[in-house]
């Protein structure tokens, strides 16, 4: 592993533990050349994911876009950090687990907002506006109808 601060390629590791539920590796690294230290983490990936977007454009799965797109959802609310790694591993396993390379931006989007609607509603309401692309106050005026219980008519 190359240090970040100097581009040593010889660093060493101090420390190894589990962490994000048991998913990824958390590693403390030593770099002899400058003395610098700092941390990595390891994840199985069962398969290199590519997304499929609206447009038709394909690129790769990015872990980073998505855990950011969580957290900004997130932003302010109360969750913990470990809370999103963890829904983030998850999410990334079952898209995984799908059994294809090839997944729609859609489907991802679908992913996450069923996840984020267990986790926290206004997390999942701020993704969804975004997600959804509402162009106007109706667009977000019938989603939000569709999240409150109806009401009956009192006799």
């Known amino acids: ?22 998913v990824a590796i958390r590693r403390r690294r030593f770099c002899a050349a400058c003395g610098g230290r700092f941390t990595t983490y390891e994840r199985v990936q069962l398969r290199d994911l590519v997304v499929l977007k609206a447009n038709g454009r394909r690129e790769d799965f990015d872990r980073g876009k998505l855990e950011r797109s969580i957290r900004i959802a997130l932003q302010k609310r109360p969750v ?24 729609s931006s859609r489907q991802i989007g679908e992913i996450v907002m069923e996840t984020l609607a267990r986790i926290d509603t206004v997390a999942y ?7 959804m692309n509402f162009q106007a106050v109706g667009d977000f005026d019938r989603f939000m109808a569709e999240l409150r219980p109806q009401e009956t008519p009192e006799a």
């Open 1 to 22: 592993m190359r240090c970040p601060f100097c581009g040593n390629v010889d660093t060493q590791v101090k420390d190894s533990r589990p962490a994000e539920d048991h």
């Open 80 to 103: 913990e950090p470990d809370r999103i790694d963890q829904m983030v591993s998850g999410i990334v396993r079952r898209l995984e687990s799908l059994g294809e390379t090839d997944i």
């Open 125 to 131: 309401v701020r993704f969804a506006s975004v997600y």
